[in-house]
């Protein structure tokens, strides 16, 4: 029995949202295109066609929206910066409109003392720096980047005080540049590790920046952790597991917060002559920049254990994911597949956990496992930035939306919180996933996630009415609670 630590009153209770996600109006008041918005036009590369071009609306609507919030009682909202509506091609000239947009949206959560938590990047880099310069795969993007921070930290950074530099960028780039399941469609493994350095020197930049322009601020990168198990406690398997650990977990945690890439994953890559091209330059950059928090994104760890070729299709009695691997496991879902790391560990079902419709274990103690080991290791403050539950929800014929099973599922996260926090772990603050229903990138609108029902779905906008769920509610009362 422990006595649980109470969360402190500052605690920022949040929840989360990316722009293309929710915003919609794709190309309207000056907004370039992103590579989201080509990629999501290419035939059977999303469910069902799905876009965001509508997404739900929250371009025009998001008056009702903070409107909500402030109802639900939220002390944080975490959303993110389309980087095509301030620099429509990426690296030109300034759209006012395009600013004055996030403007409206961070005064109208300041009236009604909500704090907003800025990411830079949730994915959607311009299309014209794709074409112009190959995105992510050029140094010239370092620069367009530094850009773009520097008129929004210079826009926002008076009033906001918490940024994200880039979200899941362990996400972004695998599936990016090595599973073709989203922008830009490139297979390619050594291009992928190439562009995800890339990625690395514009988080120092940016950071560094932000340390000069915004001293009074917090900024860090979120990352997609799933923490690592044996399958048994043969030590083979135990090794295995902790490989997983070096290439899904520190191969970008060590940059981000030591500034070196972990030894065993680099000496792998450079024996198979995929490691990216790192100057001394570059290193003198990485080590120079330190984030103020790390932001973590919680789902699912993965079990492992060491190598056998065969490993089953685990999404088989689920429902379809459109991607063609798990982002957070390295491996692909395709049994045939072989890939360079599947000589060191092989992913496998955990035979302890539950899972969700779409195939995710549901794993509350590994959320607590996970706070630990990145606090101990790497001893910086940690906001939760994402964690939440995606589920098919029934819109019932009174108008409501009875998601206990959300409910259950944020409890239990929550309480492990909690633990983590007892256990000496420094949070600031625990944004869900999401605040209303929103697109699943490539699952379309079926897979929701919201506190806020939207009524719309994957064959149209509908009349995008909010519609507050039970787990509204409860998280109201909860936060009322506990600050
Ligand atoms: C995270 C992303 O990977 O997981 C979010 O930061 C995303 O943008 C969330 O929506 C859930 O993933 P999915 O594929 O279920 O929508």
């Not at 035979?351 to 549901?362: A, D, F, V």
Request: hydrophobic share 35%; charged share 25%.
């Amino acid at each position: 029995y422990q006595k649980l630590k109470k969360f402190p009153k500052n605690f920022l209770w949040g929840a989360a949202s990316a722009a293309y996600q929710i915003e919609g109006a794709f190309d309207e008041d000056g907004k370039g295109p992103s590579i989201w918005d080509t990629f999501s036009k290419i035939p059977g590369k999303t469910f069902n066609g799905t876009n965001g071009d509508i997404a739900v609306d929250h371009y025009h609507r998001y008056k009702e929206d903070v409107r909500l919030m402030s109802e639900m009682g939220l002390k944080a909202y975490r959303f993110s910066i389309a980087w095509s509506r301030i620099i429509p091609d990426g690296d030109g000239e300034i759209n006012s409109e395009g600013l004055k947009f996030y403007d409206n949206l961070i005064n109208e959560l300041i009236r009604y003392h909500i704090e907003p938590i800025v990411t830079l990047y949730h994915w959607d880099i311009p299309q014209a720096l794709q074409d112009k310069y190959n995105g992510w795969e050029s140094r010239k993007n370092i620069q367009a980047f530094k850009k773009y921070c520097q008129t929004v930290f210079k826009a926002f950074g008076d009033r906001v005080k918490y940024w994200v530099t880039f979200n899941e960028q362990n996400v972004f780039t695998a599936m990016g540049y090595r599973w073709a399941s989203h922008p830009p469609n490139i297979s390619d493994v050594k291009r992928m590790y190439a562009a995800n350095h890339i990625v690395n020197l514009a988080n120092a930049e940016a950071i560094n920046l932000f340390h000069q322009m915004v001293p009074q601020g917090k900024i860090g990168p979120s990352f997609g952790y799933g923490p690592t198990y044996p399958i048994t406690a043969d030590p083979n398997d135990v090794l295995a597991a902790d490989n997983a650990d070096d290439f899904n977990n520190n191969w970008w945690l060590d940059v981000y917060c030591r500034g070196t890439y972990p030894a065993l994953v680099m000496n792998h890559l450079k024996d198979l002559g995929i490691a990216p091209e790192v100057t001394l330059d570059d290193k003198k950059l990485l080590k120079s920049a330190k984030p103020d928090f790390l932001g973590i994104n919680y789902y699912h760890g993965g079990t492992f254990q060491q190598n056998q070729i065969e490993h089953p299709d685990k999404t088989s009695q689920h429902e379809k994911d459109f991607s063609k691997t798990d982002p957070y496991l390295m491996q692909p879902k395709d049994t045939q597949a072989q890939t360079p790391e599947m000589a060191m560990f092989n992913n496998v079902e955990n035979p302890y956990l539950h899972k969700t419709q779409w195939g995710w274990e549901i794993d509350s103690v590994g959320f607590r496992i996970t706070l630990r080991r990145v606090y101990e290791k790497y001893q910086l403050p940690i906001m939760v930035t994402e964690n939440g539950l995606g589920a098919h929800d029934k819109l019932e014929g009174n108008n409501e939306v009875n998601d206990q099973y959300r409910i259950d599922y944020l409890q239990t996260h929550i309480t492990e919180m909690q633990r983590a926090l007892t256990d000496g772990v420094d949070l600031l603050g625990y944004c869900a996933w999401s605040f209303t229903d929103l697109l699943s990138w490539l699952n379309g609108y079926k897979k929701r996630y919201g506190f806020v029902y939207v009524d719309r779905d994957d064959n149209g906008p509908k009349n995008l009415t909010r519609i507050p769920k039970k787990s509204f509610y409860w998280y109201r009362d909860f936060i009322q609670k506990n600050s």
